[in-house]
């Protein structure tokens, strides 16, 4: 109920925004820190008296009330009547990179631009260059915008990291069921896709009725497609499609084979199996003449039947995976234990880290972390980077902890920020303090390609930089990522031993997977997989690096922090 009453919370500041006219309201900011302070909240909302919620910082007796009308009563009115005002096909607007809430509240008022697609036709008329600071240029932006974020009709896809929160949500629900065996999301969401069409899951029961029941009635779901005894669907708020499929437990394997896809990977997997006789679909891989099933229960025994080592559903993607494991030629698939260091980890000492210096690294010692290294934010992020007395003064701090952590390495690190012409924070001197630099871009989304690409390999020549952090800066669904010549960025971080980071946010997984795929047979490229992490629970980002490093065919040894510590270090050249 928290993770729904969350987003209620932050959809009433979505729309609040349209109202407004900006994204920085008083009322805007408190609805979005109370979503944020009950997506946190250990203890379950609905048993939460309006008293009780006042008591928490950040829930004001506004939203305590609307809390306590949603549970009591299952809507908003204050919602239902913004929703009426901005249908969702509207809202769908305010995601287009420099189009603000005032900007389309604008152009609806004075265009009857209600949807993206009104959108395309203003701008094929070139109805936009007269209005208040408007022209040409802005036109091609904003259809930029919408090409890249693919936001239009039928292509509008849910960025994973909120479609794995609500997918999560309805598999715990599922398995929470007593009827309920098994529930699994397979699908794109599945093999990891940046974004997905729906979710699709899969769940074993001898009482599917019962499931059905439940499942169409569970808390984020808003609207029901259709409901049978062995498929559903539902639309929850945002309208993202969940499909459930029950099926008999002898089915399994094959089941979340088939629906796991993709379906380029099936038809692979399919003329495997004519090629000996036989069929595979969702039910079994079965003889053609006798019927008789040859496996069904587990993926790996159809795998197995068919003359191949398990491929991991990150890989399913047709792309040669099928022929690899064959061969058993496919990449060993880095799992989250192989990694033994995090080389990318903010604390309070960051103005936007979330827990203190001693959390973290008490976190990172109890995951039984080798290495860590706490990369502050640099000075030239004006709100929140370190400045130079700061960055002494974390050093003593620093030297201080060490002796907590007998069985970790603490380094002192850096973020740093990449400038428009490639330099970075601090002077090369002051550089020197530091065990470890991460490089990222932070600004100047919008340059050439060119110019990108250059700003990019003049940070992987700098010397005290050792890792580029989340490469192309991309938010999934909200902003693309910088455009770059990526052959000439592999080429200059082969030539100068500085890694690439595997950024572990739902929202970027940074360095794109397909662009990992790009550079697999680049033996000569490092990579590290690091979570960011700005709180203590995002430590568990570390599997999804690690998955984005499987879908994109990263080969461990070639992972930095996967190696001991001892080479590790001596690699980075670091002496306590
Ligand atoms: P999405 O939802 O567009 O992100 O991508 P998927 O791969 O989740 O596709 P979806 O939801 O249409 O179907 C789920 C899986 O079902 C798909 O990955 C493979 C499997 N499947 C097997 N055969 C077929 C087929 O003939 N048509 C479709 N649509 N799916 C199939
Ligand atoms: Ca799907
Ligand atoms: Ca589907
Ligand atoms: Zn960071």
Redesign the pocket.
């Known amino acids: 109920m928290n993770a729904e009453a969350a987003r209620l919370l932050q959809e009433l500041a979505n729309l609040t925004k349209l109202v407004e006219g900006s994204p920085q309201s008083f009322k805007v900011r408190a609805y979005e820190k109370a979503a944020g302070v009950i997506r946190d909240l250990p203890s379950p909302i609905e048993d939460m008296s309006i008293a009780d919620m006042q008591k928490l910082d950040g829930i004001g007796k506004a939203t305590a009330s609307k809390l306590r009308e949603w549970i009591d009563t299952g809507s908003i009115e204050k919602l239902d009547v913004l929703r009426r005002e901005f249908p969702a096909a509207f809202v769908e607007l305010t995601k287009i990179p420099g189009l603000g809430p005032k900007t389309v509240v604008m152009l609806r008022d004075v265009l009857g631009v209600n949807t993206v697609d009104d959108l395309r036709d203003a701008l094929d008329e070139q109805a936009l260059r007269g209005l208040p600071g408007m022209g040409e240029k802005t036109e091609t932006k904003i259809r930029k915008g919408i090409d890249r974020l693919g936001l239009h009709g039928k292509d509008r ?1 849910t960025p994973i990291a909120v479609a794995m929160e609500l997918a999560v949500e309805f598999v715990t629900g599922l398995r929470q069921l007593p009827q309920v065996d098994r529930a699994m999301y ?3 969401l599945r ?1 990891f ?1 940046d974004t ?3 979710v ?1 899951i899969t769940a074993v029961s001898q009482h599917p009725d019962a499931v059905m029941d439940a499942f169409v009635n569970f808390p984020a779901v808003r609207s029901v497609i259709a409901r049978g005894t062995t498929k559903s669907s539902v639309l929850t708020a945002g309208d993202l499609q969940v499909d459930l499929r029950v099926v008999p437990e002898d089915s399994w394997g094959a089941a979340i084979l ?6 380029a990977h ?1 038809i692979e997997l399919r003329q495997r199996a004519i090629d000996r006789g036989w069929t595979l679909n969702e039910y079994s891989l079965a003889d053609v003449d006798s019927g008789a099933v040859i496996a069904s229960r587990t993926e790996e025994e159809i795998y197995r039947a068919l003359d191949m080592v398990l491929v991991p559903p990150e890989m399913r993607e047709g792309v040669g995976e099928v022929a690899a494991a064959a061969a058993d030629a496919l990449p060993d698939p880095l799992v989250v234990a192989d990694i033994r260091g995090d080389l990318h980890v903010h604390s309070t000492w960051s103005g936007d880290g979330r827990s203190s210096l001693q959390d973290m690294l008490d976190a990172a010692h109890g995951r039984g972390l080798s290495y860590v290294a706490m990369t502050e934010h640099a000075e030239d992020l004006a709100i929140n980077g370190l400045s130079r007395q700061r960055v002494l003064e974390m050093a003593s701090v620093l030297e201080e902890l060490r002796p907590k952590y007998p069985a970790m390495t603490v380094l002192q690190g850096a973020e740093l920020n990449i400038g428009r012409d490639g330099s970075v924070d601090y002077d090369a001197d002051f550089l020197t303090v530091f065990d470890w630099c991460v490089a990222s871009v932070h600004s100047h989304f919008d340059l050439s390609v060119s110019e990108q690409t250059e700003r990019i390999i003049g940070a992987l020549h700098n010397p005290a930089v050792h890792a580029i952090g989340h490469l192309t800066g991309r938010k999934i669904g909200t902003r693309p990522g910088i455009s770059l010549d990526f052959d000439a960025v592999l080429d200059a971080a082969a030539e100068t031993g500085t890694a690439l980071e595997i950024n572990s946010h739902l929202q970027r997984l940074d360095v794109p997977a397909d662009w990992l795929r790009r550079a697999r047979d680049r033996t000569d490229v490092l990579w590290v997989i690091s979570t960011d992490a700005h709180e203590v629970s995002e430590f568990d980002n570390i599997t999804w690096g690690a998955a984005q490093a499987r879908r994109g065919w990263v080969p461990k040894a070639q992972v930095v922090n996967t190696w001991p510590a001892e080479e590790f270090l001596s690699w980075i050249g670091y002496e306590p």
């Open positions: 896809r397979c699908g794109s093999r896709s997905v069409g729906d699709d088939y629906f796991t896809g993709s379906k099936n």
